[in-house]
């Protein structure tokens, strides 16, 4: 009996000690994926339209054949991941994408590479890397500073107003993602969430991405876009939305329905309340709505992944921006303090869900 226990909590130690090897190498997951996506490992097999085997891969990336062990290592990694399917033929390894690799072709127009580059960037980890120094400091009461002001001394977008090639970086990844998940958005929810529309305002919605992939699918809906005027001087006309100088604080355009993708999740509750009172001003009062794109953290509780994952991205929201992710009872709170009478999450696509709120 006691040899049993003994063995017994000899294993949950064992048990233990895995799990805290197994989380703390997990940074090395991204930077495998993010080793592949330089080498163009997804770009090369896609190119060559049929499984690829090791060298034929190491010989379309132009890397040394020296070499060929370390990129297997990366990829046995990717594989275990569900990265690369894998299998032998003549004794070598062979590589197919998965669809999860499929969206990480560089040169494709649904790419995350951006994103992935962006994300597991070493600005961002030095934010991360800042986090217990930033939470200590007695001054972090002031609430515009973030663990990437204590890495760097300036916010993201100071960082990046100053280093092109980081802006670059940064606004190719959001586009990479909005890109992606507008492109599933409007094909699976379009009608629903646009079909009947005549006018829409995107607040906040930059270089128009999103709107424009509205306006080009629902050619009946007028689109425009409200940013600030530093965003909107950057924009060229698309000739499908009109760029409009303002401050959401102040003012939101008049519009059928007020799109909010990923801009509530920067702002404080007190701020967010102040933007949809201004949103709410815009829309009629009958059959107007605010379309709400953002994280509702533990919404599709019976996912793991989509959990941990939103957990995750509102780590990466505290360390480089002010922002937060929310679970519905804090978007409930914030809709109703707003003045709207009803919400209603519309579709869950992952990290991310569709809400309407109605005046
Ligand atoms: C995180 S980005 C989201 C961009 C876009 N909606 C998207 O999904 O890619 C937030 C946007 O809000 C804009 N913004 C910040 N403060 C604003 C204000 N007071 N009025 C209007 N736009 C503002 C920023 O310039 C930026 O384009
Ligand atoms: O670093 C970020 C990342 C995001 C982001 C990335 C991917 C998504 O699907 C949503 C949001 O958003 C940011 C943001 O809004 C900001 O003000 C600063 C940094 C980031």
């Not at 090791?54 to 890397?63: D, T």
């Not at 960037?121 to 500073?145: C, F, H, P, R, V």
Request: charged share 25%; proline share 3%; glycine share 6%.
């Amino acid at each position: 009996m006691e040899e049993e226990n003994r063995k017994r909590s000899s294993t949950k130690f064992i048990q233990a000690r895995t799990h805290i090897w197994n989380h703390m190498l997990r940074y090395l997951d991204s930077l495998s994926l993010k080793c592949a996506i330089e080498l163009r490992v997804p770009d090369a097999i896609h190119n060559h339209g049929s499984p690829m085997t090791l060298s034929e891969l190491i010989q379309a990336l132009h890397i040394p054949t020296s070499r060929a062990p370390f990129l297997q290592r990366i990829m046995r990694i990717l594989v275990n991941s569900g990265f690369f399917f894998s299998f032998k033929r003549n004794e070598e390894e062979v590589y197919e994408l998965t669809t999860s690799s499929k969206l990480l072709i560089k040169g494709s127009i649904n790419s995350l590479a951006p994103l992935v580059v962006y994300m597991s960037g070493l600005e961002t980890e030095m934010a991360g890397q800042a986090m217990s120094a930033w939470i200590k400091d007695a001054s972090g009461d002031d609430e515009n500073k973030t663990p990437f002001h204590v890495a760097y001394g300036k916010s993201v977008f100071e960082f990046a107003s100053e280093r092109p090639e980081f802006n670059t970086l940064f606004n190719e990844a959001m586009a990479s993602d909005s890109k992606v998940f507008m492109g599933e958005l409007v094909k699976e929810w379009g009608d629903v969430l646009f079909g009947k529309l005549r006018s829409l305002v995107d607040v906040g919605g930059g270089t128009g991405g999103a709107s424009s992939m509205i306006a080009e699918a629902f050619p009946a809906v007028k689109c425009s876009v409200l940013d600030l005027a530093h965003v909107v001087d950057m924009q060229p006309e698309n000739g499908l939305v009109e760029f409009v100088k303002g401050d959401m604080f102040i003012h939101v355009p008049a519009a059928d329905a007020v799109l909010l993708k990923w801009v509530l999740h920067d702002w404080s509750n007190d701020d967010c309340v102040k933007i949809l009172k201004k949103c709410k001003e815009a829309i009629p009062n009958k059959g107007g709505k605010v379309i709400i794109i953002e994280a509702v953290v533990e919404h599709d509780v019976d996912s793991d992944e989509t959990t941990k994952t939103q957990y995750l991205l509102d780590i990466h929201m505290m360390t480089v921006s002010t922002g937060k992710e929310r679970d519905e009872n804090e978007w409930k709170t914030i809709f109703l303090q707003a003045g709207f009478l009803s919400y209603k999450i519309i579709c869950d696509l992952g990290v991310h869900c569709v809400i309407e709120a109605y005046p």
